[in-house]
Nanobody, 124 residues
């Protein structure tokens, strides 16, 4: 079992920045692949960024160059630094954990555990 709790969402103006954090518990964190997904009203859940246990990072096309994912294995956290935010980034952001080796999978079904999500709203 893995428990995930997100924090750091909020309201920001376009062009601004936010930093999301996800605290994990319940399993050796360093061996787990982590990711961030988002879901806007009326849309499907979308992959945002992932980081494998060895630290390799991968991003969705819409956030490349603006968002950075990182992990701190000592603190069991994964972070998402979001810069140059756009109104189109407005969504509920959730972190996810995969216990199996999944490579650089962006599929929702590849991830086993999910947090409750945190709202990010970007005003124009």
């Amino acid at each position: 079992q893995v428990q995930l709790v997100e924090s750091g969402g909020g309201l920001v103006q376009a062009g601004g920045s936010l930093r999301l954090s996800c605290a994990a518990s319940g399993r050796t964190f360093s061996s787990v692949s982590m990711a961030w997904f988002r879901q806007a009203p009326g849309k499907e859940r979308e992959f945002v960024a992932g980081i494998r246990s060895g630290g390799i990072r991968f991003y969705g096309d819409s956030v490349k160059g603006r968002f950075t994912i990182s992990r701190d294995n000592a603190k069991n956290t994964v972070n998402l630094q979001m810069n140059s935010l756009e109104p189109e980034d407005t969504a509920v952001y959730s972190c996810a954990a995969a216990l199996r080796p999944i490579g650089a999978s962006v599929a929702v079904g590849a991830y086993d555990y999910w947090g409750q999500g945190t709202q990010v709203t970007v005003s124009s």
